[in-house]
């Protein structure tokens, strides 16, 4: 999912739309009680969840949600403005939501609950094929379209562990990645390229980092930076860039050129949201999985503590390289 708790912001298919909703549930002070299904937004799209809890504060009623079908990791308080009734008419946005994205994650409201949260056309095996295309290094044909952050649960493919790397991961982190979505979609804005440092230089700087921490070179850990790196040069045209990004990639990336070499933290920590899909279809031993994943864990403290450095607060306001009209 995009974010975390007290992070995410509402949206809907563009800025306006998002102001809209937002300006009608202040005004009409929407209510939802406790075990009352709703539709929650979370980054662009609507998903089925649950009232969990509720409490005012200040004036201002907030909820506590499960997404329905989703990991409780995910589970967070949110402001009126992120719910929607379960109504047909918002099912029907839900699914325009969906459709305008291209997001395959989304599991729609009122469907039957047989239905995989992975899947809306393709069930969990399909995407578990598309995911082994990716890892040999095919290029998957569905892009990440406008949901970066969002992680389904495989309640029976995928191992418990698989989930320590999203249960984890640093909650300003979480905020980056939501800011992220904001400038590129709806704001308009694109990373400046060639970034500084790029990922390669990220990664570089991590190995050193250990050395002088460990006072040795550990061959697990350049080999687990030279696997990320590897990952990440696959995965950023395949299914790491929005919509608006992709004219900038064909203008930047010509040749032998690797995107490692020219893309930088925003991108990088696209991929760590992405890596549970991708270990899930890696055969490795519990024991090796977790070890990997504890070190994949310490790179993520590695740009959270290095964050101000790594990453861009603001992004390039010249979107002449973003792929489409308004509101795409």
């Given at each position: 999912?995009?974010?975390?708790?007290?992070?995410?912001?509402?949206?809907?298919?563009?800025?306006?739309?998002?102001?809209?909703?937002?300006?009608?549930?202040?005004?009409?002070?929407?209510?939802?009680?406790?075990?009352?299904?709703?539709?929650?937004?979370?980054?662009?799209?609507?998903?089925?969840?649950?009232?969990?809890?509720?409490?005012?504060?200040?004036?201002?009623?907030?909820?506590?949600?499960h997404y329905l079908?989703?990991?409780?990791?995910?589970?967070?308080?949110?402001?009126?403005?992120?719910?929607?009734?379960?109504?047909?008419?918002?099912?029907?946005?839900?699914?325009?939501?969906?459709?305008?994205?291209?997001?395959?994650?989304?599991?729609?409201?009122?469907?039957?609950?047989?239905?995989?949260?992975?899947?809306?056309?393709?069930?969990?095996?399909?995407?578990?094929?598309?995911?082994?295309?990716l890892v040999k290094?095919?290029?998957?044909?569905?892009?990440?379209?406008?949901?970066?952050?969002?992680?389904?649960?495989?309640?029976?493919?995928?191992?418990?562990?698989?989930?320590?790397?999203?249960?984890?991961?640093?909650?300003?982190?979480?905020?980056?990645?939501?800011?992220?979505?904001?400038?590129?979609?709806?704001?308009?804005?694109?990373?400046?390229?060639?970034?500084?440092?790029?990922?390669?230089?990220?990664?570089?700087?991590?190995?050193?980092?250990?050395?002088?921490?460990?006072?040795?070179?550990?061959?697990?850990?350049?080999?687990?930076?030279?696997?990320?790196?590897?990952?990440?040069?696959?995965?950023?045209?395949?299914?790491?860039?929005?919509?608006?990004?992709?004219?900038?990639?064909?203008?930047?990336?010509?040749?032998?050129?690797?995107?490692?070499?020219?893309?930088?933290?925003?991108?990088?920590?696209?991929?760590?949201?992405?890596?549970?899909?991708?270990?899930?279809?890696?055969?490795?031993?519990?024991?090796?999985?977790?070890?990997?994943?504890?070190?994949?864990?310490?790179?993520?403290?590695?740009?959270?503590?290095?964050?101000?450095?790594?990453?861009?607060?603001?992004?390039?306001?010249?979107?002449?390289?973003?792929?489409?009209?308004?509101?795409?």
């Amino acid at each position: 999912m995009g974010g975390s708790s007290n992070t995410t912001t509402t949206t809907s298919g563009g800025a306006g739309g998002k102001d809209k909703d937002r300006d009608r549930a202040k005004g009409s002070s929407v209510s939802f009680t406790e075990g009352e299904k709703v539709l929650a937004y979370h980054g662009p799209l609507l998903y089925e969840a649950k009232v969990q809890k509720t409490e005012n504060r200040e004036d201002e009623w907030r909820y506590f949600v499960h997404y329905l079908g989703w990991n409780k990791n995910w589970d967070e308080w949110v402001a009126s403005d992120r719910l929607l009734k379960l109504t047909e008419e918002n099912v029907r946005k839900q699914l325009e939501l969906k459709n305008q994205s291209g997001d395959k994650t989304v599991r729609t409201g009122g469907r039957s609950a047989q239905h995989n949260p992975k899947g809306s056309n393709a069930d969990a095996k399909g995407d578990k094929e598309d995911t082994k295309g990716l890892v040999k290094g095919k290029k998957r044909k569905n892009q990440l379209g406008v949901e970066v952050a969002m992680i389904p649960k495989h309640e029976k493919e995928r191992r418990s562990s698989e989930s320590l790397l999203m249960s984890q991961f640093p909650v300003t982190l979480k905020k980056q990645l939501v800011d992220d979505w904001e400038f590129v979609t709806q704001l308009g804005k694109l990373v400046k390229l060639p970034r500084s440092p790029t990922v390669d230089d990220i990664l570089t700087k991590y190995l050193e980092y250990r050395v002088k921490k460990d006072n040795k070179i550990s061959d697990s850990c350049a080999e687990v930076t030279k696997g990320l790196r590897c990952y990440f040069d696959k995965a950023l045209p395949a299914m790491l860039l929005y919509k608006k990004e992709q004219k900038q990639y064909k203008e930047e990336i010509k040749g032998d050129v690797s995107p490692s070499t020219v893309y930088g933290a925003e991108h990088l920590l696209r991929l760590f949201v992405k890596l549970p899909e991708l270990l899930s279809s890696v055969n490795m031993e519990e024991d090796a999985l977790n070890k990997l994943q504890q070190k994949l864990l310490d790179i993520l403290k590695f740009l959270q503590k290095n964050q101000v450095h790594f990453f861009l607060s603001a992004y390039d306001g010249d979107s002449k390289g973003a792929d489409g009209a308004k509101g795409k």
